[in-house]
């Protein structure tokens, strides 16, 4: 069954991972099989309290979503051996309606690949293969032919054939045989004695009797004197002249040379294969080298197994690496628009809220459906975070009218629960490093043709960051190098004053435009702001537009 991720964005925060789990367990209520919340990076300290506070498990953890080969791929494929007769490798084309075969040998590594156009180019088509000539085994040939040996045995050795038919004068046959090894001449005759005798004396390698008919005992009895193999057929002397060439081992056709493809590879690689390279088929191998399966061009055509939901986010830019080869079914955010396009009409929800759990709680409701308690909490903690508290601008009476209707149903006391998560993980101290702490909660904005990094951090008191400051910003200038950004920065936000301090690198000029007090180089206050979404970025939008 097709797989539903649900899944917040890169550096997700709580209200992202929040979303994700909790709309999935709607969509499972609401009869939605297969359904299954996800993450794009790891959770941040807050998220990681939320959760073991609520005894809810992390989201499936999804470094991309790029389709892979083995998304495409079919893991039961017929396979053929090199010591098989052609016989049978045809009857595999045939019976499993295939175009093309892996051969593998005894431990299942691939040794090459048969193709069934390239089969017929080679030994099929009229006139491509006159000669006489061919390889095969004694047993092969009597596999093919259905035969029983009347004198001989069934070797499995292979063997240079020249295959002639008795169907003619003794005395014109002996001289069509002249030149010829005798111990590489298969006669093929009916019930003609002056044939099937001169064979023998000949001590051919092996006579083939057609139509079911006999052999004279004298003549049996001399064969087996003279070393001579006899097998009898019921196939007619055509037929069976055409079937002992298709006993032929299948080690003869087979293509050595053959493109193979890691199962973890890219998709995108696998069609640049067939469809610019111009193969045919590309053998897929485990990570052990082993078969997998087979690509042709019809694996292109093949679903990928799974499909995203996107929560918290619409732009591609903040979204799990890969989506963009992936459908998505539906949105539900509540940031500004900047969603791309797609090719057929979808679920797109958004609402001017504090938070994405604000919408999804809201969904709960519209269906009626009562989230279980622990799900109400995990919502309701969502909201929280990203409004901080209901104190940031962000916050609406639709946020507030929902932490009314999930506090009553977790039994939790909003302001209670609020400060406990904040008090529990604020600040700089749960992250290893002053650029895990950037990084947490870091997302980029385009300003025109420029795209700025902005990331955030809520703190009770601002002395931890002051001790850290120098650490902080060598930590922004190095983020600004490695992501090749005009300007990167980070917003301290205090949860109890309602103040930010704005701490940049790069872009200097802004402090002539940028309407806050300058502290020091590089550092700014922002009181009264909180909110990166509405307020920070709408104001940065409009002092880097002025530059």
Aim: aromatic share 6%.
């Amino acid at each position: 069954m097709k797989k539903t991720y649900v899944i917040g964005h890169r550096n997700p925060d709580t209200d992202s991972i929040a979303s994700a789990i909790a709309y999935a367990d709607l969509k499972k209520r609401l009869g939605a099989d297969n359904v299954v919340p996800a993450m794009a990076g790891s959770p941040n300290p807050q998220t990681r309290f939320v959760l073991e506070r609520l005894g809810i498990k992390p989201p499936k953890y999804l470094a991309d979503v790029h389709p892979k080969v083995t998304h495409v791929l079919s893991r039961t494929p017929v396979t053929a051996r090199p010591d098989m007769t052609l016989k049978e490798a045809l009857e595999l084309f045939h019976r499993h309606s295939v175009r093309v075969l892996p051969v593998i040998d005894e431990k299942g590594f691939p040794v090459g690949i048969v193709s069934l156009l390239k089969l017929s180019e080679k030994y099929l088509v009229a006139g491509s293969n006159p000669s006489r000539t061919f390889d095969a085994s004694l047993g092969g040939i009597a596999a093919c032919l259905k035969g029983t040996f009347l004198a001989g045995e069934p070797d499995s050795k292979v063997e240079q054939l020249h295959l002639f038919i008795g169907a003619m004068l003794e005395e014109s046959f002996s001289s069509r045989i002249d030149g010829y090894d005798p111990s590489s001449l298969l006669i093929m005759t009916g019930n003609r004695r002056t044939i099937q005798e001169a064979a023998i004396e000949r001590r051919v390698r092996l006579l083939v009797i057609t139509g079911g008919l006999g052999i004279e005992e004298d003549l049996l009895a001399q064969a087996r004197n003279n070393g001579v193999s006899v097998l009898s057929t019921n196939y007619d002397t055509a037929t069976a002249a055409g079937l002992a060439k298709l006993a032929t081992p299948l080690s003869t056709f087979v293509e050595k040379k053959f493109s193979r493809i890691g199962i973890g590879e890219p998709f995108e690689h696998l069609r640049v294969r067939l469809i610019q390279g111009g193969e045919s088929a590309v053998i897929a191998v485990e990570e052990d080298g082993t078969l997998a399966g087979i690509a042709t061009k019809s694996s292109l055509l093949e679903p990928v197994p799974f499909a995203l939901i996107l929560v918290d986010h619409n732009e591609l830019g903040q979204a799990v690496p890969g989506a963009e080869s992936v459908e998505i079914l539906e949105v539900i955010d509540h940031h500004k628009l900047g969603n791309p396009g797609t090719n057929l009409p979808i679920a797109f929800m958004t609402a001017p809220v504090g938070s994405t759990c604000t919408v999804v709680a809201a969904l709960y409701r519209e269906k009626g459906v009562l989230p279980e308690p622990n799900m109400a909490a995990l919502l309701l903690a969502g909201i929280l975070s990203d409004t901080v508290i209901l104190r940031s601008a962000t916050t609406t009476d639709r946020d507030r009218e929902m932490v009314g209707w999930l506090e009553e149903i977790a039994g939790l006391k909003h302001g209670e629960f609020g400060r406990e998560i904040f008090n529990a993980c604020s600040g700089f101290t749960p992250h290893p490093s002053p650029e895990e702490a950037i990084r947490s909660d870091f997302k980029h904005f385009t300003v025109g043709t420029t795209m700025i990094g902005v990331g955030q951090v809520e703190v009770v008191g601002f002395d931890e960051f002051h001790g850290l400051k120098e650490d902080l910003r060598a930590a922004l200038k190095r983020i600004r190098a490695e992501e090749r950004l005009p300007l990167a920065g980070l917003m301290v936000t205090d949860i109890y004053s309602e103040t930010t301090l704005f701490l940049v690198e790069g872009m200097n000029q802004i402090a002539h435009v940028m309407d806050y007090p300058q502290l020091e180089p590089h550092l700014y206050e922002l009181k009264g702001v909180m909110s990166r979404k509405k307020q920070l970025i709408p104001h940065l939008l409009k002092v880097l537009s002025s530059l």
